[in-house]
């Protein structure tokens, strides 16, 4: 009994490296996928409205933190509080997304790539402990939706290629 245990256990263990090797393909895809048909097209747009060439790392954190900022604000909207607070909070959502992107463009470092990828994990978890109830998971959704949504496309097209 226990070898056959043992036996079933390390063919699931074997199984998983498949399937990370599968989701790491998955994640490639949707990577290129996010550079190619996001990142430079809002590159170029971007570049023309402000007439001087922006990095992509820069661009990668404004994707990232109006994603972040959008879900919050959206969350708050759904709040049952005055049109007044409801106000307050958007402007003051909006206040913070543009001080951090002017922050950003005004470095002559900006974050790398890992920075950038790993921190939005971080600000996934920051919502959740932020908010509370419906607002968490309208947050949760929000956030999460527009990774899941690139990757499928990218899945499809990948697919749609071979």
């Known amino acids: 009994m226990l070898v056959l245990v043992l036996f079933i256990s390390s063919t699931s263990l074997a199984s998983l490296s498949e399937s990370v090797i599968k989701w790491k393909g ?9 550079r190619a048909h996001v990142l430079r097209p809002l590159t ?12 992509t790392t820069f661009l990668d954190n404004a994707v990232l933190y109006g994603l972040f900022f959008a879900a919050l604000t ?6 049952n509080s005055s049109t007044l607070k409801t106000g307050g909070d958007v402007v003051f959502m909006g206040t913070i997304y543009v001080a951090m992107l002017w922050n950003l463009s005004g470095l002559r470092d900006s974050p790398g790539e890992t920075t950038i990828w790993t921190l ?4 996934v978890f920051s919502a959740y402990f932020i908010t509370k109830g419906a607002e968490r998971l309208l947050a949760m959704v929000y ?3 527009p990774v899941l949504a690139v990757g499928v496309l990218a899945a499809v097209s990948v697919g749609l290629s071979k």
């Open 74 to 79: 959206r969350a708050l909207l759904l709040r």
């Open 120 to 123: 939005y994990p971080l600000f």
């Open 26 to 34: 998955f994640l490639l895809d949707a990577l290129t996928f996010y």
């Open 44 to 55: 170029e747009v971007a570049q023309n409205l402000v007439g001087h060439p922006l990095s």
């Open 143 to 145: 956030m999460l939706t």
